[in-house]
């Protein structure tokens, strides 16, 4: 009897000593269907989402916290689709400190936090073709800032020492600025980021504004983005809206994105594009949801055509 007693309490060790570790994950899997114009339809099973994550802390006392996370992005459908896939340590990983005076964190970290939050939907939401909208980027050797809130205003402040080896080497910097304002139903948040493009200190620059407001069910939601190339003095711009309604376990979607023609150097490309996205996600559960979803951008320049995708998918999270 006093063997087992040993035993239970041996057994509950690692749990009492796990017990500050969080463990969270979004898995999803999709039947994908594409199609542009001039070329069959291609059916695939793809990862529409996928991510676990462990996180924790340690207490150090007056208020001050060791915070960490390791964070991995996982495919389900096909580990060798993308070089991210199944790597360990992919996404937002870092150790920092917590305390009154906000939170530092250094590691693998997303530029621009608030980015792309009118990607509302679980595989492609009508900004899926913007080359300058949701661009923010995770970074290795990152350093990053954010404030405590005060009256609903955050303020993030990140510093990049570059994207990759070679990057670093000749390096290639990275910074970026994000400030949000939370109240209520009401959210707005605007990012900013500089990546030095080349030797001559050259940087492509990306801006970024959303905003929100739920009213009951309905949920809507506005974006604008801009981004420079100063390498070549190439400018595009870009907004868009979303919308969303839930009634019970139903939710539909919808969402619209423009952009513009680029501009280099004054002259005006026929290279933009409209694009929207529809959807309906049901709730099977408070974890596990199903649904399908259709996006469709269609190419201002003459013989450029379409891309639509249509998807079915089945996801939960833990």
Do not use: C
């Amino acid at each position: 009897m006093k063997k087992l007693i040993v035993l239970a309490t041996l057994a509950a060790l690692p749990a009492a000593a796990m017990a500050d570790v969080t463990i969270s994950g979004n898995l999803a899997v999709g039947i994908v269907n594409t199609k542009a114009t001039g070329a069959g339809s291609l059916t695939t099973e793809n990862r529409t989402n996928g991510e676990i994550k462990f996180a924790g802390s340690d207490d150090l006392g007056n208020g001050l916290k060791a915070v960490w996370q390791i964070a991995s992005r996982i495919n389900l459908a096909d580990q060798s689709n993308n070089a991210r896939d199944n790597l360990w340590a992919g996404r937002d990983s870092y150790v920092g400190l917590d305390g009154s005076f906000g939170r530092v964190t250094a590691g693998n970290i997303y530029l621009m936090p608030n980015s792309g939050a009118m990607a509302i939907f679980e595989n492609n939401s009508a900004t899926f073709e913007s080359a300058i909208y949701d661009q923010g980027t995770r970074f290795n050797n990152t350093v990053s800032y954010k404030s405590p809130n005060l009256a609903g205003f955050t303020a993030t402040v990140q510093h990049s020492f570059g994207s990759n080896q070679a990057n670093e080497n000749a390096k290639f910097y990275a910074d970026a600025v994000s400030l949000s304002y939370e109240a209520g139903n009401f959210a707005v948040s605007y990012d900013t980021a500089a990546e030095k493009e080349n030797a001559q200190g050259k940087k492509l620059k990306i801006h970024e504004l959303n905003g929100s407001v739920t009213l009951d069910a309905l949920t809507l939601q506005a974006g604008f983005a801009s981004g420079k190339s100063e390498a070549s003095n190439t400018k595009v711009k870009g907004w868009g809206v979303a919308a969303s309604y839930a009634m019970g376990n139903v939710t539909p979607k919808f969402g619209y994105w423009r952009e513009g023609d680029s501009k280099t150097n004054g002259v005006t490309a026929n290279d933009g594009h409209k694009a929207f996205a529809v959807g309906v996600e049901y709730a099977l559960s408070k974890r596990t949801r199903t649904g399908v979803e259709f996006a469709k951008a269609n190419y201002d320049a003459a013989g450029e055509g379409s891309l639509r995708t249509a998807t079915v998918y089945l996801g939960t999270k833990f």
